[in-house]
């Protein structure tokens, strides 16, 4: 016997699969020795293992998963918590396969079954760590640094968008019933839960919810009716109560108030939120009180998105109370939400206090002039500004002109800056240009319908001239731009070496002009945006004055030519 097991185990130690094997013979000599000291009839039968091989083969099975070997770099490392499950899933198999094997095929002391076991956790081994870890969509920087981990995401939302009932989510959440999974993240968005398939959640989210991280609820009770939709909120929220979620996503399922408050027991108990979004969900002035009021702990916040139907100026105050207490936000948006300049005062001086704010999206709100010099002196501290969504604020010369000097000041690394549909004129342009001029990392400049005519469009083309390497997209659609300007932005843009779009449609650019302007975009007429609103008549009475004069721009132009547009000093 003893004979044997030798033999084996030295056939076995020169190829991966001796590895196990010499563990799994070890234990079992452990075994056989213990047997014998207690003077039971020395008839040793290596199948099958006793509990505490299989449990020893596990654990080597896991620092093998966890360790480093040629697939590591190639395919990234298993979590602990990944190796421990799949270890025990690897082992299990394997016993199953040498077990089957040694009931076909008894060969006395199941000697050849051991080797079976072996193999098969040598080869599943090897597959898994092929794989590498479940999920490679998502790579994280991982926490602690130590190394790159991936996070594993189960995903529902990709299928057809449609009602889901008991019965289907029964089929569909299977994988979440699997212990072993590993998955920290789920979307069960796209997919609209009636009050069956939410109570087959409700166990499975209990059982997951220390592991998760990340969740993703929304559209997620779409054409339900109130009544239920609320029940099946009240349903995931008190199933997800006391998770310790770095990410929320609750947006597109039209909450209100109530439906804020239907998640109540579950964003009361978030302390280490990292994210959260509550877009297209009718936050409501009460609904925005609602939020403020149900998730008191905002130091982790980092994202916070609104975005549609925050009645006015008075949901604006509790969301700037968040705001507020949320001194680590670097991405916050709050977009069509109807706030009027007391509200954005509100939440212009809340923003003071975000000094780490990265990207600030206001689009469509009407902040007004007010607003918007609330907002430049609440901004003069945001040095990590990256992007910024400023469009439809009604900010007027005198807004753009104080949002404009203080990005001259602040926000060195600034990419996006977008400024539509504010009523800015050429009035503002010097102001606009000595901003862009210092902005060597801009990649987006949206200034598309405002009023900057040919003047305030040179000025401001003036100061990407140099430089500006970064550039890709600039807009200055419907800004009653005619020839010259159009001429000039077109001549300067298009010899940025990264550059992808100019869009100057919906303007006054005479045939002429269009044709000069595509002469430009001769070699790459794909970064020139259609110009099929352009409307070379148009313009106003002054216009066609200086149109009839002859004036085309042309003389505007080099009227322009000596304007002095770099830092005034
Ligand atoms: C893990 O197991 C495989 C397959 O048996 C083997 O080739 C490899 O050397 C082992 N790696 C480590 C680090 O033990
Ligand atoms: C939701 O469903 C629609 C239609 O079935 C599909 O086209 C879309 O990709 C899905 N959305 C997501 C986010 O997967
Ligand atoms: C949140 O959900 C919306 C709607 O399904 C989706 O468009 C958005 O990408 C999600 N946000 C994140 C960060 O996953
Ligand atoms: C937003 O308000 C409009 C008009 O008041 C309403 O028709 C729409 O349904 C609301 N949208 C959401 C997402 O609540
Ligand atoms: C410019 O901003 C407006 C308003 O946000 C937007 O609709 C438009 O798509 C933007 N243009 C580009 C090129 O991104």
């Known amino acids: 016997m003893l004979v044997k097991v030798v033999l084996i185990e030295i056939i076995?130690?020169?190829?991966?699969?001796?590895?196990?094997?010499?563990?799994?013979?070890?234990?079992?000599?452990?075994?056989?020795?213990?047997?014998?000291?207690?003077?039971?009839?020395?008839?040793?039968?290596?199948?099958?293992?006793?509990?505490?091989?299989?449990?020893?083969?596990?654990?080597?099975?896991?620092?093998?998963?966890?360790?480093?070997?040629?697939?590591?770099?190639?395919?990234?490392?298993?979590?602990?918590?990944?190796?421990?499950?799949?270890?025990?899933?690897?082992?299990?198999?394997?016993?199953?396969?040498?077990?089957?094997?040694?009931?076909?095929?008894?060969?006395?002391?199941?000697?050849?079954?051991?080797?079976?076991?072996?193999?098969?956790?040598?080869?599943?081994?090897?597959?898994?760590?092929?794989?590498?870890?479940?999920?490679?969509?998502?790579?994280?920087?991982v926490e602690n640094g130590v190394d790159a981990t991936r996070e594993t995401l189960f995903d529902i939302s990709k299928g057809?968008?449609?009602?889901?009932?008991?019965?289907?989510?029964?089929?569909?959440?299977?994988?979440?019933?699997?212990?072993?999974?590993?998955?920290?993240?789920?979307?069960?968005s796209n997919r609209s839960f009636g009050l069956g398939a939410a109570r087959v959640a409700e166990p499975i989210l209990l059982s997951l919810k220390d592991k998760l991280k990340e969740v993703d609820l929304s559209d997620f009770i779409a054409g339900r009716p109130e009544a239920e939709a609320l029940e099946v909120m009240n349903i995931f929220s008190a199933a997800l109560e006391g998770s310790v979620l770095k990410s929320l996503n609750l947006s597109n399922n039209a909450l209100?108030?109530?439906?804020?408050?239907?998640?109540?027991?579950?964003?009361?108990?978030?302390?280490?939120?990292?994210?959260?979004?509550?877009?297209?969900?009718?936050?409501?002035?009460?609904?925005?009180?609602?939020?403020?009021?149900?998730?008191?702990?905002?130091?982790?916040?980092?994202?916070?998105?609104?975005?549609?139907?925050?009645?006015?100026?008075?949901?604006?105050?509790?969301?700037?109370?968040?705001?507020?207490?949320?001194?680590?936000?670097?991405?916050?948006?709050?977009?069509?939400?109807r706030i009027g300049s007391d509200g954005g005062i509100a939440l212009a001086e809340a923003l003071g206090n975000c000094v780490h704010l990265r990207k600030l999206d206001l689009r469509d709100n009407m902040f007004g002039v007010e607003g918007g010099v609330a907002l430049s002196k609440a901004l003069s501290k945001h040095s990590d500004l990256t992007e910024v969504y400023l469009s439809y604020l009604n900010l007027e010369d005198e807004g753009g002109i104080a949002i404009a000097n203080v990005f001259k000041e602040t926000a060195p690394s600034l990419e996006v800056l977008e400024l539509a549909g504010n009523d800015i004129t050429a009035e503002a342009a010097s102001s606009l240009a000595a901003c862009v001029a210092s902005k060597e990392s801009l990649a987006k400049l949206n200034l598309s319908e405002n009023e900057l005519k040919d003047e305030g469009t040179i000025c401001v083309a003036k100061a990407l001239?140099?430089?500006?390497?970064?550039?890709?997209?600039?807009?200055?659609?419907?800004?009653?731009?005619?020839?010259?300007?159009?001429?000039?932005?077109?001549?300067?843009?298009?010899?940025?070496?990264?550059?992808?779009?100019?869009?100057?449609?919906?303007?006054?650019?005479?045939?002429?002009?269009?044709?000069?302007?595509?002469?430009?975009?001769?070699?790459?007429?794909?970064?020139?945006?259609?110009?099929d609103e352009n409307d070379p008549d148009g313009g106003d009475e002054d216009d066609e004055e200086e149109r009839e004069n002859g004036d085309d721009g042309d003389e505007l132009e080099s009227k322009l030519k000596n304007l002095d547009v770099g830092e005034e000093d």
């Open 160 to 188: 057809q968008r449609a009602f889901i009932e008991a019965e289907e989510a029964e089929e569909l959440l299977k994988p979440l019933k699997d212990l072993t999974n590993a998955y920290t993240k789920i979307c069960f």
């Open 256 to 337: 209100g108030e109530k439906g804020v408050r239907a998640f109540g027991s579950l964003l009361k108990s978030q302390s280490q939120l990292e994210e959260l979004y509550l877009m297209n969900d009718g936050i409501s002035e009460e609904a925005a009180r609602a939020v403020s009021e149900l998730i008191p702990s905002t130091e982790k916040l980092k994202v916070l998105h609104f975005h549609n139907n925050m009645t006015g100026n008075e949901g604006a105050l509790p969301i700037a109370e968040v705001v507020k207490r949320s001194p680590l936000l670097e991405d916050f948006r709050c977009s069509s939400t």
């Open 12 to 141: 076995c130690l020169q190829s991966p699969v001796g590895y196990f094997l010499f563990a799994v013979l070890g234990c079992l000599a452990m075994d056989a020795a213990s047997m014998s000291s207690q003077r039971r009839p020395f008839s040793v039968k290596l199948w099958p293992p006793s509990k505490k091989t299989r449990l020893m083969l596990v654990e080597r099975i896991m620092k093998n998963l966890t360790s480093e070997s040629i697939f590591t770099n190639k395919y990234g490392r298993l979590s602990q918590e990944e190796a421990e499950e799949t270890a025990k899933r690897i082992e299990d198999e394997a016993f199953a396969t040498a077990s089957q094997h040694y009931e076909k095929e008894p060969d006395g002391d199941g000697g050849s079954a051991v080797q079976l076991y072996a193999k098969e956790c040598s080869k599943l081994v090897v597959e898994v760590l092929k794989e590498g870890p479940k999920r490679k969509e998502v790579t994280l920087p």
């Open 465 to 531: 001239e140099e430089g500006h390497d970064k550039l890709e997209e600039v807009d200055f659609n419907t800004n009653s731009i005619r020839r010259a300007g159009a001429r000039f932005l077109a001549q300067i843009v298009v010899q940025k070496p990264g550059f992808k779009l100019l869009n100057i449609n919906g303007n006054f650019i005479s045939e002429e002009g269009v044709d000069e302007v595509n002469n430009i975009f001769k070699k790459c007429p794909e970064m020139l945006a259609s110009l």
